[in-house]
């Protein structure tokens, strides 16, 4: 989601909510088990709901997802631990229900359990379903691909899309377009004959395919897909459904569990995992959501002058660090990973969560998917109510159990600061950026060669082992790198700010830590230089496949630089102390940053890499020892003998094997 302001700390707030809580500690009790939620039986369907302040709690059961006059109307008893326990007698299979709580005589809104496994049209009721029945032929034998020797996390290279974006442009050759099944496509063509989508994303080498929200979201209308509503998704309502509006059938709950299994199972039989956008930092509605109408004020930092606090900039911010929050997130990471074969996720304005519900997260996922992908923005919209020391901020990476942040060093380094499209980065010829463009080179850990004084985020490495951040130089925030370039170097011909764009793709594919591609960018996707396209229409969005074929040079060499860092473990040093050892910047002038990579030796691969990165308008010839040849770059290499010349604004791998 869009961050609008680095993180600042508020002491007062702070200070105020620790009062706070060991009073609500009593009032809200924790329940250990973990069957909140429903669990249907032929003979009896029990529901557990967690509302310790209400008075009273009821169902209300209904045929149908939305309208209608229900058929039962039944009271929870009180239960353990502030839980409320309702067992509906005989078969409600397919039926729906909500709950409704009574606090001092009023009902509340009915709302949908927050445990919620299946859901009706627009996630207003929850149906009781058996979820065995969702699960796709062969979903059993469903496979979680290697995808390195040690399936490492530097080795994952991350690829950034929206189903919709992907699956929705007529030169998809995708037949469900803007669904989950478009995604299980084989073989789709766009004009050209030219692989899209699925087969694509096989072909161009990713390891790890991230999707925008997934979750079910609330501001698409599932009843009325055909005018054209689009989402980006960050906006929460039930977190454990599976999004109507990417479904053939948003009324039966099942049909978009098992479509979205369907999609997983077909992304795994590529050889790419799948990664989730989640977005527990907030939820769409405030006072009108399941957690607030069940549990009032108890899901959300409450302010000092009883006002919801509001570091996501979407009304609320949720409190991972109360009890009841911290289970209700990890189960749900949990869930989908068990029941969905999840295989990472991408936490949305991570530093709203506290440091120590991230690793508990952490350690319990990876109880059952050691090499499960956790990564996250390192920032928020506004100052979380919560001490700075305890959240999951960039520069508190370090307390953070393998759990990666996005390196804004780098990608505005690269590229330019993203809140003004016209400024420039080190690839577009702001030489100033040389010494961030370092930084994150180095995975944003400490190296002798940088000078920390000189960078213009962070002053300090805040990274501790070879994988603390995500490098990237665009993703569905601001504008995609190809619009960027076009604004902030606008008196450039074409072929020049094509070249930036391998320039900078170069960077992020041979830097250490984890790539992470914004789809399309890889053949110059355009958004026809809307900044924030999260609620635009197709036109903006839909990728459009036959720009492959148009910008096939920069798709094919965005190719090459994945190949060869996945063959070239030189690119993926395994530690902290690898990257301070084995990468060397030579000394160059300020418009050319090159630097050697030196393998230890017993390191299969290249002994040595140069990469030289020319971002000025003229070649330039770099002294070397010994002999050289040139793996890859986007303009003219020379090796003499002591001399590498490159061509202008040129990304270029050379080795060695001496
Ligand atoms: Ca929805």
Redesign the pocket.
């Given at each position: 989601m869009r961050k609008l302001v680095l993180i600042a700390c508020i002491s007062l707030i702070s200070t105020c909510y620790h009062k706070g809580f060991a009073q609500s500690d009593a009032i809200y009790p924790v329940y250990n088990g973990t069957d909140l939620g429903c669990t249907y039986r032929p003979n009896e369907t029990s529901i557990r709901v967690y509302a310790p302040s209400a008075d009273s709690l009821r169902v209300l059961v209904y045929k149908q997802g939305r309208g209608g006059k229900h058929t039962l109307i039944q009271s929870f008893s009180k239960a353990e631990s502030g839980t409320w326990l309702a067992k509906l007698t005989g078969d409600w299979l397919d039926y729906y229900y909500t709950v409704q709580a009574c606090f001092n005589g009023v009902w509340s809104m009915e709302v949908t359990d927050p445990y919620a496994k299946a859901v009706g049209v627009?996630?207003n009721r929850v149906q009781i379903i058996s979820l065995q029945t969702t699960n796709p032929l062969g979903w059993e034998n469903d496979v979680v691909p290697v995808y390195s020797q040690n399936n490492a996390t530097q080795d994952a290279i991350i690829y950034e899309a929206h189903v919709r974006d992907l699956t929705m442009h007529e030169s998809s050759g995708i037949k469900n377009n803007g669904k989950f099944i478009g995604l299980t496509e084989t073989n789709t063509e766009n004009h050209y004959g030219m692989p899209t989508v699925l087969s694509h994303l096989k072909e161009l080498g990713i390891t790890h395919l991230h999707l925008l929200p997934v979750f079910?979201?609330?501001s698409?209308d599932?009843e009325n897909m055909n005018n054209g509503q689009y989402n980006w998704g960050y906006d929460p309502?039930n977190y454990n459904t599976p999004?109507?509006?990417y479904s053939t059938n948003s009324e039966d709950g099942k049909v978009r569990i098992k479509e979205f299994k369907q999609m997983v199972q077909a992304i795994h039989n590529a050889g790419m995992r799948v990664v989730m956008d989640v977005v527990y930092n907030h939820t769409a509605l405030t006072n009108e959501s399941n957690f607030n109408q069940l549990v009032p004020g108890y899901y959300y930092r409450i302010q000092t002058n009883g006002d919801f606090a509001n570091a996501s900039g979407c009304g609320n911010e949720t409190a991972s660090d109360k009890p009841m929050m911290r289970k209700f997130i990890i189960e749900s990471v949990l869930y989908w990973v068990n029941e969905y074969h999840i295989d990472g996720f991408r936490f949305d304005l991570m530093a709203i969560h506290d440091i120590e519900t991230m690793n508990l997260l952490a350690d319990t996922l990876r109880k059952i998917k050691p090499d499960i992908l956790i990564y996250g923005e390192g920032w928020a919209a506004g100052s979380p109510a919560y001490p700075e020391q305890f959240i999951a901020l960039k520069r508190n990476v370090h307390l953070l159990k393998g759990i990666a942040v996005f390196s804004d060093d780098i990608r505005d380094a690269v590229k330019g600061y993203v809140f003004d499209s016209k400024a420039k980065g080190y690839v577009q010829g702001n030489s100033s950026m040389k010494e961030t463009v370092k930084f994150g080179i180095v995975g944003a850990l400490p190296h002798q060669q940088v000078n920390m004084k000189k960078a213009f985020y962070d002053k300090v490495p805040y990274a501790n082992s070879q994988a603390s951040v995500i490098n990237y130089v665009d993703c569905h925030d601001n504008l995609v790198l190809w619009d960027k370039l076009q604004a902030s170097a606008a008196n450039q011909p074409d072929s020049i700010r094509k070249k930036m764009q391998m320039m900078a793709y170069g960077i992020v594919l041979t830097s250490q830590g984890i790539p992470f591609i914004h789809a399309g960018s890889e053949f110059l996707r355009s958004k026809k230089g809307e900044e924030n396209s999260y609620n635009k229409p197709d036109e903006i969005n839909a990728i459009d496949w036959d720009l492959k074929k148009a910008n096939e040079d920069v798709f094919l060499f965005i190719q090459q630089l994945i190949a060869i860092r996945k063959q070239q473990s030189l690119f993926r040093l395994n530690s902290a102390q690898a990257i301070q050892q084995q990468v060397s910047f030579l000394t160059t002038t300020d418009d050319v940053l090159a630097y050697t990579l030196t393998a230890a030796k017993q390191t299969q691969g290249w002994k040595k890499i140069m990469v030289i990165i020319n971002t000025s308008n003229k070649e330039m010839k770099l002294p070397c020892d010994g002999n050289w040849s040139n793996a890859l770059s986007n303009a003219l290499v020379t090796i003499n003998k002591n001399s590498i010349t490159v061509g202008a604004y040129s990304f270029t791998i050379c080795y060695s094997n001496d």
């Open positions: 627009n996630g079910d979201y609330n698409v599932e309502k999004e109507g509006s």
